[in-house]
């Protein structure tokens, strides 16, 4: 794998930068909790929060504990055949964003999801009215994740501080907050996964950007998997992804003091096995030397315990910072390859009678696990070049024959501030940057039981748009018969899971009328994916951190609008 060129690691500095700046853009003047009148809100003749069970549902990440993707057919009430006759239904602006983070949850006749300014919004599903708003006080990018307790439903949200927050379902009303991880970079990108009475939170950080200040002390997060009582927040054990704590090693170029090892994020939401009472978590790379076991890895946790039952890595050395290679003086020695697992691990059964847990990685590889047997690998397959922004980004589906991945390998590469279609680098003026989108993107099905390639659609590329990326980094959605698939041109494509052909295309890119009277426009897509429930989809436009467009806008489509 050819290592970054410093024009590159100059573009993906100045990104992750951007990208840092937008987590911390939030007004100072608000308080978390606060509550004032939404515009757009309700009527009082509005459906009340029933039986959320009963009726079709999307909750969390993955809409079930086994982080398939995957919503039955009694569930997404969306038959194949109507799938090309989706139109707009309504559409619902963030106020005071620049990018639209999440993806929704939807329950009990509820939209649930957080924004970049760090509201949490209950919106009706049908209309998309406000039912209330919460403010978290930091971005809010993990899904939401809805249980019952004593008291009634409450919704789950994670925060960019680390934070856990417990919020009355019904009435939006602040019920307690934990803080998971007090690092000042530590954040919650994965939904929570709940089990019972049990919330297990995935923990990441933004340290590696923090690495770029060369009078940085690199580093010192560890990542980890925390259980939360859903009732009260209180902390029943935290299991780190490194095992060691950061300890001094040699000094920077600069006479900083290096620590490590450190990194091995949790990105995603957690996998449950209730057949072993396991949870599952794969992780990402180190950010500083001495590289570790347990990056790049997937890991299994006892659920009651947090004891480490067994883990496999798939890339070992892989040690990196967004300082590498350009700036230096904070990279560690192995200097990458940078090959996160962003994605859960998908727990199937295949029709052999035994198990698998699957997953794609930034290196471009699909490897199937068996859970059974300490993480032994089943099979690999390669599906992308892979590279920092490349590979399989942040999730793949699977029903019941295939898995199925979306491929992003974007790259970028640094042009005259003022060409079409560039950005201009925030620490250089003069210099912006262009997304090369030339052998990117593209969706396959694979095999459950052996890896094997059913079909592969490329991307149909952007014609002479300019900065146009093929990149499909989006998390992947699969009903019966069909597989969603969205990417950083902004246009969101369902494929027939038979055989890859594309059904049906829509840009969501441009303004929008919203509900709520925000102006908004769609962007690309990026991280969440699509949620299909009761005849309805719904899908976030407008993650253009990573050299897409950015947005502000839910969509809500339903069968010819209706």
Same mark, same amino acid.
């Given at each position: ?11 993906i500095?100045?990104?992750a ?5 937008a ?5 100072a ?7 004032s ?14 039986d959320p ?15 398939s ?21 309504w559409a ?6 620049? #990018? ?5 949850t ?5 939209? #649930?999801?957080?924004s970049q300014?760090?509201k ?43 934070n856990?927050h ?15 991880d ?15 009475t ?5 923990? $990441? ?11 940085? $002390?690199?580093?010192? #997060?560890?990542?980890?998997?925390v259980?939360?009582?859903a009732s009260?927040?209180?902390m ?6 490194v095992?060691?704590?950061p ?12 620590m490590?090892p ?9 996998t449950?096995d ?28 006892d659920?009651?315990?947090?004891k ?11 040690? *990196? +910072?967004?300082a590498?290679p350009?700036?230096?003086? +904070?990279c ?6 940078? #090959?996160? *697992? ?7 059964s295949?029709?052999n ?6 997953a ?10 068996d ?9 690999q397959t390669r ?10 980004q ?10 199925y ?15 079409a ?8 003026? +003069? ?23 059913v079909?592969?659609?490329?991307h149909p ?5 300019p ?7 989006a998390?992947?959605?699969a ?20 055989d890859?052909?594309i ?17 908004a426009?769609?962007g ?8 299909v ?6 899908v ?15 969509l ?7």
């Amino acid at each position: 794998m050819k290592r970054l060129t410093p024009a590159l690691s100059g573009a993906i500095l100045a990104l992750a930068l951007m990208v840092w700046a937008a987590d911390l853009r939030k007004p100072a003047a608000e308080e978390a909790g606060s509550a004032s009148p939404p515009a757009g809100a309700c009527p009082n003749t509005a459906p009340a929060f029933t039986d959320p069970l009963s009726a079709p549902h999307w909750n969390g990440w993955g809409v079930d504990p086994a982080q398939s993707r995957f919503q039955p057919a009694e569930m997404a009430q969306l038959a194949a055949a109507d799938v090309p006759r989706l139109k707009l239904k309504w559409a619902f602006g963030f106020p005071g964003a620049t #990018f639209a983070f999440a993806q929704p949850t939807v329950i009990g006749g509820r939209v #649930f999801i957080g924004s970049q300014a760090g509201k949490v919004y209950s919106l009706d599903a049908s209309t998309g009215c406000t039912h209330w708003e919460f403010d978290a006080g930091a971005l809010v990018r993990a899904a939401v994740t809805l249980g019952p307790t004593p008291v009634g439903w409450t919704a789950y949200v994670g925060d960019r501080r680390g934070n856990l927050h417990a919020v009355d379902a019904v009435t939006g009303k602040a019920l307690w907050t934990t803080q998971v991880d007090d690092h000042p970079a530590a954040r919650i990108t994965g939904a929570p996964t709940l089990v019972g009475t049990t919330l297990y939170v995935p923990v $990441s950080s933004t340290e590696e950007a923090l690495a770029t200040n060369p009078k940085y $002390s690199c580093c010192n #997060f560890r990542g980890s998997v925390v259980a939360l009582e859903a009732s009260t927040g209180k902390m029943l054990w935290k299991s780190y992804t490194v095992a060691e704590e950061p300890r001094p090693g040699a000094m920077s170029s600069a006479g900083v003091q290096l620590m490590g090892p450190s990194g091995a994020a949790v990105w995603s939401s957690p996998t449950f096995d209730a057949a072993k009472d396991m949870l599952y978590v794969t992780t990402g790379d180190n950010y500083s030397d001495p590289p570790t076991g347990m990056s790049d890895a997937f890991l299994a946790f006892d659920a009651a315990s947090g004891k480490l039952a067994w883990s496999r890595q798939i890339t070992s050395s892989d040690a *990196f +910072n967004v300082a590498c290679p350009a700036m230096g003086r +904070n990279c560690p020695a192995a200097s990458g390859p940078d #090959f996160d *697992f962003g994605s859960s691990a998908i727990l199937v059964s295949l029709a052999n009678g035994k198990r698998a847990l699957i997953a794609g990685q930034k290196s471009g590889v699909v490897t199937a696990v068996d859970p059974d047997r300490g993480g032994a690998i089943l099979w690999q397959t390669r599906v992308g070049h892979g590279g920092a922004l490349g590979g399989v980004q942040w999730g793949s589906a699977a029903d019941a024959t295939n898995i199925y991945v979306a491929v992003s390998d974007t790259s970028l590469r640094v042009v005259p501030s003022g060409t079409a279609g560039a950005q201009t680098i925030p620490s250089n003026p +003069n210099m912006a940057w262009l997304l090369d989108g030339s052998r990117g993107g593209g969706l396959h099905a694979l095999r459950l039981e052996t890896g094997e390639e059913v079909w592969h659609t490329p991307h149909p590329g952007c014609g002479e748009t300019p900065g146009c990326g093929r990149a499909q980094s989006a998390a992947v959605t699969a009903i019966s018969g069909v597989v969603f698939s969205a990417g950083l041109d902004g246009h969101l494509r369902a494929y027939s899971a038979d055989d890859g052909r594309i059904i049906w295309d829509v840009d969501t890119k441009g303004e929008h009328r919203t509900v709520n009277g925000v102006a908004a426009h769609g962007g690309s897509s990026d991280g969440p994916g699509v949620v299909v429930v009761g005849g309805m989809l719904y899908v976030t436009s407008g993650y253009g951190a990573w050299g897409g467009a950015p947005g502000n806008v839910l969509l809500a489509y339903s069968v010819d609008g209706r």
